[in-house]
């Protein structure tokens, strides 16, 4: 991260604290490690982003029906899925620091170094040529650049192959190979690479019993394909039908960090496609193109996001994009849409002895469908979005703000009352103001401190609208309305707030956009 990012990064982190967004969890006890507690303002932010998900799913969608599965399932369910035999990372721990690293994380950032590298020599051009610099030339071409990029290209190669080949004597050879050191204590004395399974285990039931040995579930997705009999039967549904969820999944991951993009307990938003063999390539690039337009309707610049196909796919796999989105660390990984064939309900079929298949009226034959699945983290969502609306602004006469950008439409809090003085009947104004509003929208009352610091509060935590009541409100049924984004105030009826409150915030304007 460029130092800038780093700081602005940081006092975004600090700002979510300091407003009621995000807090360590368990604080008091100096926090847990990569766990985290959505305070009163969060959970507004995270909510509704979950309904915008949710909405949009089994709204936008006749095909498509919710379910909420529990989180401890039967431990055959991860055998069958393959996560208790795969679902690991690759783990190397320095003896000096006694830090413990993901050794393709390590390897990872040394990628990324080289491609820093890169990137310092094309803005070096950039400055020195100006107008007339042509960048795709100037990366074909420089001397510099193309070491680099060999250097790059022969590592990226040599890891893709150690990772497909789980050749863990090979991972560690290539971390002393490039000098790899550890951060903390600046050296190579590294252990051997070991598995690490990610998931998290406890026990059901008491000893006595004979307790057995259950899983958090890492994923919310088998939980749909194991209930994809009981909903496709109750729900009569016929194929192509989707299946979508919400929930928390647990990784006992290894490198945590940047604050909520890579958490021990998080939350996913996850719909599983099932379709007729043959189809699912259609279906796949449907999904992928309509998941972008659901991130892009919000609005945060389209330039902040990009597709990152997989060229090396899991067993099971025939096609995966990312969907990444810029954040101050560079472009990351906010959802993944896959197509997973029918390896889910066929391991499940297997290991449970039931037959799960679909029997299609039309082709008058029963098949395992294949799957598409959409997998996006609420968190990191929640992150990307802050990340783009934290903005610290220098205004007119040297004054400064910090102002949330929010999509309206995801805003804790949509519109604040308040009454310019505590008294002359300016509160008991304010309150009628509220009354109209509250059923609808999210809405807060304020009647403390200046009016200018109240409107600073109301724009740390991206209300989109003030509302402010004078004493000419009392006689002319008007009140000034205060536009987060430009500051501009308006003079307006209180009659209709309601409207133009509910045209900004109303989720509706995004859903048409998605399947304009
Ligand atoms: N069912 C497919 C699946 O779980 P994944 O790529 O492992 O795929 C999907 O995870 C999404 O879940 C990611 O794109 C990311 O947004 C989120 N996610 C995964 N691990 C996470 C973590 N440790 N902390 C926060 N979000 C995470």
Redesign the pocket.
Known sequence: MAATQEETFKKMVAHCKEYGFVFPSSEIYDGLG?VYDYGQNGVELKNNIKRYWWDSMTLLHENIVGIDASIFMHPTVWKASGHVDAFNDPLIDNRDSKKRYRADVLIEDQLGKIEEKIEKEVEKARKRFGESFDEAMFRQTNARVLEHQEKWNALHERYSQAMNAMDLNELKQIILDEGIVCPISGTRNWTDVRQFNLMFSTEMGSTADGAQKIYLR?????GIFVNYLNVQKTGRMKIPFGIAQIGK?F?N?IV?RQF?????????M?MQFFVKPGTEMEWFRYWKEMRLKWHKALGLGDEKYRYHDHEKLAHYANAAT??EFLMPFGFK????V?SRTNFDLSQHAQYSGKKIEYFDPELNESYTPYVI?T???????FLSIMCSAYNEEQLEGGDSRVVLSLPAVLAPIKACVMPLVKKDGLPEKAREVMELLKYDFKTSYDEKDSIGKRYRRQDAIGTPFCITIDHDTLTDNCVTLRYRDTMKQDRIAISELHSIIKDAVDMKNLFKKIMG
């Open positions: 990569a890492p994923e919310t997705a088998q999944a990784r991951e945590a909520v993009f890579r958490m021990r307990e998080f939350e996913q996850e990312d969907i990984e906010v959802e993944g896959h699945e997998s996006i983290g609420v968190d990191r969502m």
